[in-house]
């Protein structure tokens, strides 16, 4: 049996208290809501099944995303990024609207980094397969239930919105189209 002085046990007392204060910072890090949108229901358009602000309901807002490294974890969704299709207005990068046969994405707020990714290459990975596409616009995380944001509501904090071609490219088809579990990184 190990015998440990007051001194070694101490010590011993101090590094786990560290330890543990370690791994509470870390998991603080994962990135918190920073408040909450009253909803407001409107005119949405609810191509590929786009989930509408409901009057009333609260919906969290982020201006943060979890830390970027080599397999990000991430949901990826679904968006027109086409005029008249479900993801509003011209994208942010650019100031255009985009066919849904390209391979392009929006990210939620803090990935899009306040537009550092604009027309940058990510590089998602999902059933095996990698796929490049280009950033052109912000899934916000921070506001919604607007005309502004064809009344859908803040996007969570770990969104990678995609291109229906993005989605093809992958072979990710029929009852998996909508939201699916990705790795992404900068490319």
Known sequence: MATYSSQ??????????????LNFNLSMQ????????????GNCNKEFNAECCESGEKYAQFKCSPPVNDKTRATMTI????????????S??????????ELVVA?????????????KNIKINAKGKTVLAKV??????????????????PCPN?????????????????????????TWTDA
């Open 8 to 21: 070694g046990l101490l010590g011993l007392v101090v590094f786990t208290v560290l330890l543990l204060a």
């Open 92 to 101: 942010s990068c650019d100031g255009r609207f985009h066919s849904d046969k």
């Open 136 to 153: 052109v616009d912000e899934c916000d995380s921070v506001n919604g239930c607007d005309e502004e944001h064809d009344f859908q509501p």
């Open 30 to 41: 994962a990135c918190s809501p920073s408040g909450f949108l009253k909803g407001e229901a």
């Open 107 to 119: 990210l939620s707020s803090g990935w899009f980094d306040d537009g550092s990714r604009c027309n």
């Open 158 to 182: 770990n969104i990678v919105d995609a291109s229906p071609a993005v989605w093809k490219a992958l072979g990710i088809t029929g009852e998996d189209v909508g939201q699916f579990d990705i």
């Open 79 to 90: 968006n027109s990024f086409a005029k008249g299709g479900d993801g509003g207005g011209e």
